[in-house]
C-alpha cells in the first residue's frame, strides 16, 4: 500500500467509527441543551449557556447581514475533520456558496469557508488545542475563538501545515477586523456578553 492509500483506509475506518459512535449517542439519554462532540476519539457532551448562544447569534446576524439570509452558516451540525476522529459541531461554520453535503448526507470539511467557537470553561484546551489543529488542517482559511471569560477574541488565519500562521487577539469592545480574508468582514464585540 501506498501513504496515500493507507490515509485513504484510516479516514474510512475513522469515519465508521464516528458513525456507530454518533449512532449509539444518538440513542442516549442525552439531556436537552447539551451538544456532543468527538474530539480525538473522546467523547465531550457540554451545556449550551444563554452567553454562549448570545455570542452565536451575534457572530451567525454579521455573517448573514454580510452575506444574506440565505448563506449556508451551520450551528452545531457534525463535521467530520481531519485528525484521529475527529467528528466536530462547530458553534457557528459558514459553507462556500454551493456547497453540497457528501455521499453519507454530511457535510465536508472542504468547503468550509469560517469557523468560530465559543468557550466553555470544560471545553476551552480543545478549542486551543485539537479542534484548532484539526481546523487548520483541514485548511479552513478563518478561525476565530471567542471568550467570554477574559472578554477577548482570537482570529487565527493563514492555515499551514496544521497550524496558523497569524494569530490576533482582540479585546472585547474592539472590532475584528477580516476585511483581508475572503470574508470582508468587520465583526463587532462590543455588545458581546461576558461571564
Not at 40 to 50: H, N
Not at 60 to 78: N, P
Request: net charge negative; with cysteine.
Amino acid at each position: 500500500m501506498t501513504v496515500i492509500e493507507d490515509r485513504i483506509a484510516m479516514a474510512e475506518s475513522d469515519t465508521r467509527w464516528l458513525d456507530e459512535m454518533f449512532e449509539r449517542l444518538e440513542k442516549m439519554p442525552v439531556p436537552e441543551g447539551y451538544k456532543v462532540e468527538i474530539v480525538e476519539g473522546t467523547i465531550y457532551m457540554s451545556p449550551q449557556r444563554d452567553i454562549h448562544w448570545e455570542t452565536i447569534r451575534a457572530i451567525i446576524w454579521a455573517i448573514e447581514d454580510r452575506f444574506g439570509r440565505r448563506a449556508k452558516v451551520l450551528s452545531d451540525v457534525r463535521i467530520d475533520f481531519p485528525g484521529h476522529k475527529n467528528g466536530l459541531a462547530p458553534d457557528v461554520a459558514k459553507l462556500r456558496d454551493g456547497a453540497q453535503k457528501n455521499s453519507e448526507g454530511r457535510w465536508r470539511y472542504e468547503d468550509i469557508e469560517f469557523v468560530a467557537e465559543v468557550i466553555s470553561t470544560d471545553t476551552a484546551k480543545n478549542d486551543y488545542g485539537p479542534k484548532k489543529t484539526a481546523y487548520a488542517l483541514a485548511e479552513v482559511p478563518v478561525y476565530l475563538i471567542a471568550d467570554p471569560y477574559t472578554g477577548k477574541c482570537r482570529l487565527f488565519t493563514q492555515p499551514k501545515d496544521g497550524d496558523y500562521v497569524s494569530d490576533t487577539s482582540i479585546t472585547y469592545g474592539g472590532d475584528v477586523d477580516m476585511t483581508t480574508t475572503h470574508l470582508g468582514l468587520v465583526l463587532k464585540t462590543d455588545e458581546f456578553p461576558r461571564d
